[in-house]
């Protein structure tokens, strides 16, 4: 085990060293933030301090090296923006994504599975391939779209939740969290279910495909011939079974809705990560985004690792080095 986690991080810094000189190189080669930083009536001299102060005058090579050294230790750099640093900007944000994030892939992992099992399980009648048609929509309907649908309809129409925000938070060692109060889940309710139908229907189907399959199987049909109950075959042989891929998927799922919720918290402004990023390139505050895509690649590693030693866990038979002749 340690000797494949010691693989697993050599293989991450190599990862994280080709991201950095791909982001670097794709945010720093566009635009111009002194353009929206400046304003147009500025002295051409005041102008060419803050270029110099920003370390914009250097060539693209050298800019990245400095990025380098300085990522090394620790510094991402500062906001253009803001005049911060980068990564604190972005640890400020994070618990109000980590929050919304963490309520959608529960709804995935409660809804997801169980739906799955029933659909699998009654995939010849009525009921499983009800669920079955109606998790296409969940894949059909654009995430935006569907935002917007939800607060016509639950905020306008009906008036039953508020519309954008997160609420008030409550701190809970040290990190302000919202689902602490009524008001708190009547504001992540819309965004956390629009974030999940996707995820849902993913799970949904890989689960009902799994169960299907399971039930083919001599195992399986060994159980039912011993006359083990229904239900201890679904929990012990089936569902034991199928969880190795929706363990994968749900694992890269989580790091997924964490770098790619920019649209969810964009049409219900929602304070997190994905809103920051959206105003950063809107800004052209490069060190954010480029701080933003190496931190949410640093998340990916992390999970990816955490993943792969579930399977030990899960599945005896999974051997995370290869045995030695």
Same mark, same amino acid.
């Given at each position: ?35 929206? @930083?400046?304003?147009?009536? $500025? /002295? ?5 301090? +803050?270029?110099?102060? #920003? =370390? &914009?005058?250097?060539? !693209? ?36 994504? @980590?929050?919304?994030?963490? $309520? /959608? ?5 409660? +809804?997801?599975?169980? #739906? =799955? &099992?029933?659909?699998? !399980? ?204």
């Amino acid at each position: 085990m340690a000797l494949f986690i010691v693989r697993r991080l050599l293989q991450s810094l190599l990862v994280l060293l080709a991201v950095s000189v791909v982001v670097f190189c794709a945010v720093y080669a566009i635009g111009d933030p002194i353009e929206l @930083l400046v304003s147009p009536d $500025v /002295a051409q001299a005041e102008r060419d301090a +803050l270029i110099a102060r #920003l =370390g &914009l005058d250097l060539p !693209l090579w050298q800019q990245y090296g400095i990025f380098l050294w300085r990522a090394l230790h620790g510094d991402l750099g500062n906001s253009f923006v803001h005049g911060v640093p980068a990564v604190q900007l972005i640890l400020q944000r994070f618990p109000a994504t @980590l929050e919304l994030v963490f $309520v /959608a892939i529960t709804l995935t992992c409660v +809804l997801g599975i169980s #739906l =799955g &099992l029933v659909a699998g !399980l009654y995939r010849d009648r009525w009921l499983g391939r009800g669920i079955m048609a109606g998790s296409i929509f969940g894949f059909s309907v654009p995430n935006f779209w569907q935002g917007m649908v939800f607060i016509l309809l639950f905020a306008v129409w009906l008036g039953w939740l508020p519309a954008s925000g997160r609420g008030p938070t409550i701190e809970a060692l040290g990190v302000p969290l919202s689902i602490f109060s009524a008001e708190g889940w009547r504001h992540i309710a819309l965004p956390a279910v629009n974030l999940a139908i996707a995820n849902i229907a993913l799970v949904l189907r890989m689960t009902a495909s799994g169960v299907s399959e399971a039930q083919s199987q001599d195992y399986v049909r060994f159980a039912r011939a011993k006359g083990i109950k229904p239900g201890r075959i679904v929990r012990r042989h089936i569902l034991r079974n199928i969880l190795i891929p929706v363990v994968t998927v749900i694992g890269m799922e989580f790091g997924t809705l964490i770098a790619y919720s920019t649209i969810t918290e964009t049409v219900f402004s929602w304070p997190g990560m994905g809103k920051l990023l959206i105003d950063s390139v809107y800004q052209l505050d490069r060190p954010v985004i480029v701080a933003y895509v190496m931190l949410v690649t640093l998340l990916f590693v992390i999970i990816n690792l955490v993943v792969d030693m579930l399977y030990a866990v899960l599945d005896p038979r999974v051997q995370l080095l290869e045995p030695t002749a």
